[in-house]
Nanobody, 121 residues
Framework: QVQLVESGGGLVQAGGSLSLSCAAS????????MGWFRQVPGKEREFVAS????????DYAESVKGRFTISRLNAKNTMYLQMNSLKPEDTAVYYC??????????????WGQGTQVTVSS
């Protein structure tokens, strides 16, 4: 099993920045590719970004490309999402997920509990 815990969400004004973290425990973190997703009430969970196990390759949704950066520090079993130039439409609950390098939520085996990000206009 893998346990994932997100942190770093909060309220920020449009144009501001937030940094999310996802701490992993349990089975070996370093062998898993991972991803970030987000969800607003009444909508499907949406892909944000993903990263390979080594961190050498990343993938981003078009809506966040150039504004968000995904990274990981395997020595600390932690993945990050740096979010800059935030927009009100980025408001959502953000989830980290493990064991796939995919844009499809169903391909991931493990999920965190989510952290709320709210961007005010």
């Amino acid at each position: 099993q893998v346990q994932l815990v997100e942190s770093g969400g909060g309220l920020v004004q449009a144009g501001g920045s937030l940094s999310l973290s996802c701490a992993a425990s349990g089975r070996t973190f370093t062998i898993f590719p991972m991803g970030w997703f987000r969800q607003v009430p009444g909508k499907e969970r949406e892909f944000v970004a993903s990263i390979t196990s080594s961190g050498s390759s990343t993938d981003y949704a078009e809506s966040v490309k150039g504004r968000f950066t995904i990274s990981r520090l395997n020595a600390k079993n932690t993945m990050y999402l740096q979010m800059n130039s935030l927009k009100p439409e980025d408001t959502a609950v953000y989830y980290c997920a493990a064991r796939s390098w995919s844009r499809v939520p169903g391909n991931y085996d493990f999920w965190g509990q989510g952290t709320q990000v709210t961007v005010s206009s």
